[in-house]
């Protein structure tokens, strides 16, 4: 990625899980260089000032991931 972009977390989803150190991985709709928001999985520090290397999904494809993770027997 670029070491010149802007981001904007329009919308927490929800908090996978929390690390000892307070970072957070995350789903959240981020909006990216002012673009579109689309779905966001990744870590972030507690002020959401840092962020680890994560994923981002277009609605497609978090449908996709949704119908693959349904159909696993956990």
């Known amino acids: 990625m670029a070491d010149n972009f802007t981001f904007k977390i329009t919308k ?4 996978i899980s929390t690390n000892s150190k307070g970072w957070a991985l995350e789903l ?3 909006s990216w260089n002012e673009r579109e928001p689309k ?3 990744r870590t ?11 994923i ?19």
């Open 12 to 15: 927490g989803l929800g908090i």
């Open 39 to 41: 779905y966001d999985i």
């Open 44 to 54: 972030w520090d507690p002020n959401h000032e840092k962020m680890g290397k994560g």
């Open 28 to 30: 959240n709709m981020v």
């Open 56 to 74: 981002t999904l277009k609605k497609e494809e978090v449908l996709q991931l949704k119908q693959i993770l349904n159909s696993l027997e956990l």
